[in-house]
C-alpha cells in the first residue's frame, strides 16, 4: 500500500514538473517572440549620395557601412527631410515634411542653441518611450537649447550627450560638450587648443549607451556630425594613409578667425593642409564607428533583434574645403546642400535586420525622413500620431506587396529666396525665388528619363507644371518664424 502510494506520489510529481517545464518553455517562447526590436537610426551629415563605397566611392574607404549594404536593405529613391540640417531633423522627429513641421530653417539662438521645437507635437523619441524603449540621442542635437521645449531630455530622450549647438559643431575641438543638462568641459580645448576630438569622446558615450541597455529594448539616434565642415581628423593611420593617397594637395587657406586660438570664430572653419585627405579621413571615421556599433551588438548578442537605418541629413556640402567634385560626392545628381535638386536632398538609406530584411535586397519605393516615425513606431507596436505625413515601409523592408506609396512628396526652403520642390512618380517640379520675386520661376523634370535633372521641360507642360504647383501651395502652412510666403504677408 504504502509502495503504491509512494509510485502515486512519485508520478504525480513527475507530472506536475512536465507540466511545470512545458509552461516555462511556452512563457520562455512567449518572452522570446514579444521581445521588442531595438532600433538605431544612425544620420551622417552633409554626406553626400556618392560618399559611400558600396555606391561607387573610388577613393574613400567605407567597408562597415558597405556591410550594411551587403547584408541588408538599400533605398534606392529616399530623400531626407531638407536640404540643410535642422529641418531635417525636425522631419524626421516628427513624421511632418518641411511644410508642416515646426522647424524649416537654422535659425539661431545667441550665445547657444538654435530655435526650439515646441513640446506640443509628439517626437519619434516619445512614441518610443510610450511603447516601453529607453531613448538616447548621441551626437548633433541643433532643435533647442538646455531647458527650452526643444530640449532633448523634453523632446523623449531619456538620455543626451553631444553638441546640443549645431553652431558649435562647426568645431570639432569645442570647448564642452552637454550631457543632458550638464555641461561637460574637454580639457585642453578651450577653443584655443586641440587636445580632445569631440566625435570620438560622443562614440564612446554611444557605446556605454547600448552596454547599459543591452537588457531593455532601446531606441538610439546617433546624428553622428561627420563630415560636416570644419576639415579636421586626428593625426592618426587613417589620414596618414589617405595622404599616402593623395600625395601633395593644395592646402584649404586659413581666413579671419579661423584658427584655433584667443581670435577663433566659432562659425568659422580651420584650415587644413591636405584637405582631401582630412575629408575621406572623416568619411571612414563615422564608418569605423558604424563597425564598432556592429561589433558591440554582436558582443552583446543584439545583432539579431537590432534593425539599423543609415541615411545622411541632406547632400553633399560645398564648405570649409570640401571638394564634392573631386570626391564625385553627388554621383549622378544635381546640386548640392541648400538646393532641392536631387543632389540636396537624395540620400543613401540603408536598412540592415537580420533574419528579417533580405540581405543584398534594394527597394525602388520612394521614401522620406518623414516616414521614419511611422515606421519605427510600426517596428515597436505602437501607435503614431494621426496627424503626420509620414507612411510606414515596414511592409517593404520585409518584401511585403501591401506597401502603400505616396501621392507626392514635398520639401521647402526658407534661404536663397526660398525655394519648393515636389516629387510625384516620375515627376519633379522645383521653384526658385518664392520670396523675392513676384515671378517665381518653376522648373519641371522627367526623372525617369533625367535623373541628374538637365533639361527642363515646364513649357512644354504646362498642365502639369499647375499641378504640381497648386500641390506645392496646399502643402504649405504658414510658419511666421521661418517665413512667410508672399501671398501670406499682410
Not at 88 to 101: A, E
Not at 302 to 316: K, P, Q, R, Y
Not at 341 to 351: D, H, K, L, Q
Not at 391 to 398: A, E, H, K, Q, V
Request: aromatic share 12%; proline share 6%.
Amino acid at each position: 500500500m504504502l509502495k503504491r502510494y509512494t509510485n502515486l506520489v512519485t508520478l504525480l510529481f513527475l507530472s506536475s514538473s512536465l507540466v511545470f517545464t512545458s509552461c516555462s518553455s511556452k512563457e520562455e517562447k512567449i518572452v522570446e517572440v514579444e521581445k521588442k526590436t531595438n532600433i538605431i537610426f544612425i544620420l551622417a551629415d552633409d554626406l553626400g549620395y556618392g560618399d559611400l563605397g558600396f555606391l561607387g566611392q573610388q577613393y574613400i574607404e567605407t567597408p562597415n557601412i558597405d556591410r550594411l549594404a551587403k547584408e541588408g536593405m538599400f533605398f534606392t529613391n529616399h530623400y531626407s527631410g531638407a536640404t540643410v540640417c535642422a529641418p531635417s531633423r525636425s522631419s524626421f522627429l516628427t513624421g511632418l515634411h518641411t511644410g508642416h513641421t515646426p522647424i524649416r530653417g537654422n535659425r539661431e539662438v545667441q550665445p547657444e542653441g538654435q530655435y526650439p521645437m515646441p513640446d506640443s507635437i509628439p517626437s519619434i523619441a516619445s512614441v518610443m518611450q510610450s511603447a516601453g524603449y529607453k531613448t538616447g540621442a548621441f551626437g548633433k542635437w541643433g532643435l533647442g537649447f538646455v531647458g527650452t521645449t526643444g530640449d532633448p531630455n523634453n523632446q523623449g530622450f531619456g538620455e543626451f550627450y553631444g553638441y546640443n549647438c549645431q553652431r558649435y559643431a562647426h568645431r570639432y575641438y569645442p570647448a564642452h560638450l552637454w550631457h543632458n543638462s550638464d555641461k561637460i568641459v574637454l580639457e585642453g580645448n578651450g577653443w584655443v587648443e586641440k587636445a580632445v576630438y569631440a566625435p570620438d569622446v560622443i562614440q564612446k558615450e554611444t557605446i556605454s549607451f547600448l552596454e547599459k541597455n543591452k537588457d531593455n529594448p532601446f531606441f538610439l539616434f546617433m546624428p553622428i556630425v561627420m563630415p560636416h565642415a570644419e576639415l579636421a581628423a586626428p593625426e592618426d593611420e587613417i589620414i596618414q594613409k589617405y595622404r599616402a593617397k593623395f600625395g601633395d594637395e593644395k592646402p584649404h587657406p586659413a581666413g579671419k578667425g579661423t584658427e584655433y586660438g584667443p581670435d577663433l570664430n566659432i562659425l568659422a572653419y580651420q584650415s587644413h593642409p591636405t584637405p582631401h585627405a582630412a575629408f575621406a579621413a572623416m568619411v571612414e571615421r563615422m564608418d569605423v564607428y558604424v563597425g564598432e556599433v556592429l561589433a558591440k551588438l554582436e558582443e552583446l548578442g543584439l545583432a539579431e533583434n537590432t534593425l539599423i537605418v543609415f541615411a545622411s541629413d541632406n547632400g553633399a556640402h560645398q564648405e570649409g574645403g570640401a571638394d564634392p567634385d573631386f570626391f564625385d560626392s553627388n554621383g549622378p545628381y544635381r546640386g548640392h546642400k541648400r538646393d532641392l535638386y536631387e543632389g540636396g536632398v537624395r540620400t543613401p538609406m540603408i536598412a540592415w535586420w537580420p533574419g528579417k530584411i533580405k540581405a543584398g535586397s534594394q527597394s525602388d519605393h520612394i521614401s522620406a525622413f518623414w516616414d521614419l516615425l511611422p515606421t519605427f513606431a510600426d517596428v515597436a507596436g505602437a501607435k503614431a500620431p494621426d496627424a503626420i505625413d509620414g507612411i510606414s515601409f515596414l511592409p517593404s523592408l520585409l518584401a511585403q506587396t501591401e506597401q502603400k506609396e505616396h501621392d507626392f512628396l514635398y520639401w521647402e526652403f526658407h534661404e536663397q529666396g526660398g525655394k519648393q520642390a515636389v516629387r510625384q512618380g516620375k515627376w519633379k517640379a522645383v521653384k526658385l525665388q518664392v520670396f523675392g520675386s513676384k515671378d517665381p520661376v518653376i522648373e519641371l523634370y522627367d526623372l525617369s528619363v533625367d535623373i541628374g535633372e538637365q533639361n527642363n521641360i515646364a513649357s512644354e507642360n504646362p498642365e502639369k507644371v499647375k499641378e504640381l504647383e497648386a500641390l506645392m501651395n496646399s502643402s504649405h502652412t504658414a510658419n511666421p518664424v521661418f517665413g512667410l510666403l508672399p501671398s501670406e504677408r499682410k
